[in-house]
Protein backbone atom coordinates (compact mmCIF):
# COMPACT_ATOMS: atom_id res chain seq x y z
CA UNK A 1 0.00 0.00 0.00
CA UNK A 2 3.16 2.14 0.71
CA UNK A 3 0.82 4.20 2.91
CA UNK A 4 2.54 7.66 4.13
CA UNK A 5 1.70 9.75 7.11
CA UNK A 6 -2.15 11.50 6.71
CA UNK A 7 -3.13 9.28 3.36
CA UNK A 8 -6.58 8.65 3.68
CA UNK A 9 -7.21 4.71 2.73
CA UNK A 10 -10.84 3.26 2.02
CA UNK A 11 -11.25 -0.44 2.20
CA UNK A 12 -13.90 -2.32 -0.23
CA UNK A 13 -14.99 -5.53 1.52
CA UNK A 14 -13.37 -5.43 5.13
CA UNK A 15 -14.95 -7.58 6.84
CA UNK A 16 -14.07 -7.42 10.41
CA UNK A 17 -11.80 -4.72 9.62
CA UNK A 18 -8.54 -6.56 10.30
CA UNK A 19 -6.88 -4.80 7.42
CA UNK A 20 -8.16 -1.42 8.02
CA UNK A 21 -6.64 -1.61 11.23
CA UNK A 22 -3.14 -2.42 10.29
CA UNK A 23 -3.68 0.62 7.86
CA UNK A 24 -4.43 2.71 11.02
CA UNK A 25 -1.53 1.57 12.74
CA UNK A 26 0.16 2.45 9.43
CA UNK A 27 -0.77 5.98 9.86
CA UNK A 28 -3.76 6.44 7.26
CA UNK A 29 -7.25 7.84 7.71
CA UNK A 30 -8.97 5.09 6.97
CA UNK A 31 -12.66 4.36 6.11
CA UNK A 32 -13.97 0.54 5.66
CA UNK A 33 -16.87 -0.70 3.91
CA UNK A 34 -18.57 -3.85 3.88
CA UNK A 35 -22.12 -5.35 2.63
CA UNK A 36 -22.50 -7.36 6.18
CA UNK A 37 -23.89 -5.36 9.38
CA UNK A 38 -22.79 -8.03 11.49
CA UNK A 39 -19.58 -7.62 10.04
CA UNK A 40 -19.05 -4.27 10.47
CA UNK A 41 -20.58 -4.34 14.02
CA UNK A 42 -17.99 -6.31 14.49
CA UNK A 43 -15.25 -4.41 13.53
CA UNK A 44 -16.45 -1.31 15.11
CA UNK A 45 -16.39 -3.26 18.34
CA UNK A 46 -12.96 -4.31 17.66
CA UNK A 47 -11.43 -1.22 15.88
CA UNK A 48 -10.06 2.70 17.18
CA UNK A 49 -12.83 4.88 16.88
CA UNK A 50 -10.60 6.75 14.47
CA UNK A 51 -11.55 4.22 11.96
CA UNK A 52 -15.00 4.89 10.48
CA UNK A 53 -17.10 2.03 9.05
CA UNK A 54 -20.39 1.95 7.04
CA UNK A 55 -22.40 -0.72 5.26
CA UNK A 56 -21.89 -0.76 1.58
CA UNK A 57 -22.29 -3.46 -1.12
CA UNK A 58 -18.38 -3.04 -3.04
CA UNK A 59 -20.13 -2.58 -6.36
CA UNK A 60 -22.02 0.55 -5.12
CA UNK A 61 -20.23 2.63 -2.80
CA UNK A 62 -23.04 5.97 -4.07
CA UNK A 63 -22.22 7.18 -0.88
CA UNK A 64 -18.51 8.31 -1.28
CA UNK A 65 -17.76 10.89 -3.68
CA UNK A 66 -15.67 10.59 -6.80
CA UNK A 67 -12.24 11.26 -5.95
CA UNK A 68 -12.39 11.28 -2.21
CA UNK A 69 -9.55 8.80 -1.19
CA UNK A 70 -5.42 8.50 -2.07
CA UNK A 71 -5.58 4.49 -1.95
CA UNK A 72 -8.05 1.94 -1.98
CA UNK A 73 -7.94 -1.81 -0.93
CA UNK A 74 -9.64 -5.22 -1.50
CA UNK A 75 -8.37 -8.35 0.57
CA UNK A 76 -9.25 -11.57 -0.57
CA UNK A 77 -12.67 -10.38 -1.45
CA UNK A 78 -13.28 -9.62 -5.01
CA UNK A 79 -13.61 -13.36 -6.02
CA UNK A 80 -16.55 -13.58 -4.05
CA UNK A 81 -18.48 -10.55 -5.51
CA UNK A 82 -20.53 -11.54 -8.70
CA UNK A 83 -20.09 -7.96 -9.83
CA UNK A 84 -16.67 -7.71 -10.18
CA UNK A 85 -16.49 -5.13 -12.51
CA UNK A 86 -18.57 -2.92 -10.74
CA UNK A 87 -16.34 -3.23 -8.29
CA UNK A 88 -12.94 -2.22 -10.28
CA UNK A 89 -15.32 0.82 -11.59
CA UNK A 90 -16.25 2.43 -8.15
CA UNK A 91 -12.76 1.87 -6.58
CA UNK A 92 -11.44 3.87 -9.86
CA UNK A 93 -13.84 6.45 -9.08
CA UNK A 94 -13.33 7.24 -5.34
CA UNK A 95 -9.38 7.87 -5.61
CA UNK A 96 -8.13 10.66 -6.74
CA UNK A 97 -5.63 11.02 -9.90
CA UNK A 98 -3.00 9.70 -8.81
CA UNK A 99 -4.44 7.17 -6.42
CA UNK A 100 -3.13 3.74 -6.05
CA UNK A 101 -5.41 0.19 -5.52
CA UNK A 102 -4.23 -2.42 -4.40
CA UNK A 103 -6.01 -5.72 -4.85
CA UNK A 104 -5.27 -9.42 -3.55
CA UNK A 105 -7.35 -12.16 -4.89
CA UNK A 106 -7.07 -16.11 -5.53
CA UNK A 107 -4.54 -16.39 -8.26
CA UNK A 108 -6.66 -17.00 -11.05
CA UNK A 109 -4.48 -19.30 -12.98
CA UNK A 110 -3.96 -22.09 -10.16
CA UNK A 111 -7.01 -21.56 -7.63
CA UNK A 112 -10.15 -22.18 -9.95
CA UNK A 113 -13.19 -23.11 -7.64
CA UNK A 114 -13.87 -27.04 -8.10
CA UNK A 115 -11.57 -27.10 -10.92
CA UNK A 116 -8.42 -27.64 -9.82
CA UNK A 117 -6.71 -29.68 -7.15
CA UNK A 118 -3.38 -30.88 -6.13
CA UNK A 119 -2.30 -34.37 -7.16
CA UNK A 120 0.58 -36.53 -6.97
CA UNK A 121 2.56 -38.66 -9.77
CA UNK A 122 4.14 -41.71 -7.74
CA UNK A 123 6.43 -42.99 -10.85
CA UNK A 124 8.42 -39.38 -10.47
CA UNK A 125 7.55 -38.24 -6.44
CA UNK A 126 6.15 -35.18 -8.20
CA UNK A 127 3.26 -33.11 -7.06
CA UNK A 128 2.04 -30.87 -9.74
CA UNK A 129 -1.69 -28.56 -9.78
CA UNK A 130 -4.21 -30.23 -11.92
CA UNK A 131 -6.03 -27.30 -13.90
CA UNK A 132 -9.46 -28.64 -15.28
CA UNK A 133 -10.52 -25.31 -16.99
CA UNK A 134 -9.86 -21.67 -17.26
CA UNK A 135 -10.69 -19.97 -19.45
CA UNK A 136 -14.62 -20.14 -19.04
CA UNK A 137 -16.18 -17.71 -16.24
CA UNK A 138 -17.57 -19.71 -13.52
CA UNK A 139 -19.63 -19.82 -9.82
CA UNK A 140 -19.66 -22.59 -7.76
CA UNK A 141 -21.12 -22.60 -4.18
CA UNK A 142 -18.57 -23.61 -1.45
CA UNK A 143 -18.97 -25.19 1.54
CA UNK A 144 -17.04 -23.10 4.45
CA UNK A 145 -16.54 -25.93 6.58
CA UNK A 146 -16.44 -28.95 5.17
CA UNK A 147 -17.43 -32.23 6.85
CA UNK A 148 -20.14 -30.06 9.34
CA UNK A 149 -23.54 -31.17 9.26
CA UNK A 150 -24.80 -27.86 8.51
CA UNK A 151 -21.91 -25.69 7.23
CA UNK A 152 -22.56 -22.50 6.18
CA UNK A 153 -21.69 -21.81 2.10
CA UNK A 154 -20.00 -19.01 0.42
CA UNK A 155 -19.95 -18.20 -3.35
CA UNK A 156 -16.95 -17.71 -5.60
CA UNK A 157 -16.22 -16.66 -9.25
CA UNK A 158 -13.61 -17.37 -11.18
CA UNK A 159 -12.47 -15.68 -14.53
CA UNK A 160 -9.35 -16.10 -16.09
CA UNK A 161 -7.13 -13.01 -16.43
CA UNK A 162 -7.84 -10.99 -19.29
CA UNK A 163 -11.54 -10.60 -17.00
CA UNK A 164 -9.84 -8.38 -15.01
CA UNK A 165 -7.45 -6.88 -17.54
CA UNK A 166 -10.50 -5.72 -19.52
CA UNK A 167 -12.09 -4.51 -16.40
CA UNK A 168 -8.81 -2.38 -15.28
CA UNK A 169 -8.69 -0.85 -19.00
CA UNK A 170 -12.80 0.07 -18.99
CA UNK A 171 -12.12 1.92 -15.66
CA UNK A 172 -9.50 3.71 -16.76
CA UNK A 173 -6.49 1.69 -14.68
CA UNK A 174 -3.21 0.32 -15.49
CA UNK A 175 -1.25 -2.50 -12.88
CA UNK A 176 2.15 -0.90 -12.17
CA UNK A 177 2.88 -4.21 -10.28
CA UNK A 178 1.96 -7.91 -9.72
CA UNK A 179 3.21 -10.23 -7.28
CA UNK A 180 2.35 -13.89 -7.22
CA UNK A 181 2.65 -15.71 -3.27
CA UNK A 182 3.59 -18.92 -2.67
CA UNK A 183 3.13 -20.52 0.63
CA UNK A 184 5.38 -20.80 3.38
CA UNK A 185 4.14 -23.61 5.15
CA UNK A 186 6.35 -27.08 5.16
CA UNK A 187 5.50 -30.22 4.75
CA UNK A 188 6.63 -33.56 6.97
CA UNK A 189 6.36 -36.81 6.12
CA UNK A 190 7.23 -39.18 2.46
CA UNK A 191 6.02 -36.79 0.24
CA UNK A 192 7.34 -33.45 2.26
CA UNK A 193 10.58 -32.60 0.11
CA UNK A 194 7.76 -32.82 -3.80
CA UNK A 195 4.75 -30.74 -1.87
CA UNK A 196 7.54 -27.86 -0.79
CA UNK A 197 9.04 -28.04 -3.54
CA UNK A 198 5.26 -27.94 -5.34
CA UNK A 199 3.95 -25.05 -3.00
CA UNK A 200 6.61 -22.91 -3.37
CA UNK A 201 6.71 -22.87 -7.26
CA UNK A 202 2.78 -23.09 -7.60
CA UNK A 203 1.09 -19.52 -6.44
CA UNK A 204 -2.32 -19.67 -5.05
CA UNK A 205 -2.36 -15.73 -4.35
CA UNK A 206 -2.17 -12.84 -6.54
CA UNK A 207 -1.43 -8.85 -5.97
CA UNK A 208 -2.01 -5.89 -8.07
CA UNK A 209 -1.39 -2.52 -8.01
CA UNK A 210 -3.23 -0.34 -10.07
CA UNK A 211 -3.10 3.57 -10.75
CA UNK A 212 -5.20 5.61 -12.80
CA UNK A 213 -3.80 6.64 -16.48
Known amino acids: MDIKPGDSVIEFACGEGNMSRAFHEAGA ?8 PELIE ?4 NSPAEIEYMVSP ?16 IVLALQNIEKDREV ?20 PCFRIPKQSSWGFAEDHSVQYRKIE ?16 KTSETTVSFHHPLQHYFKAFDKAGLAVT ?24 EIPMFMALVLKKI
Open 133 to 148: RYISDSRETIEMHPGD
Open 88 to 107: VAEMSRVIKDDGRIVIVLNH
Open 58 to 73: ADDMSAIADKSYDKAA
Open 177 to 200: RLEEWVSEKNSVGARADAENRARK
Open 29 to 36: KVTGADIS
Open 42 to 45: LAKK
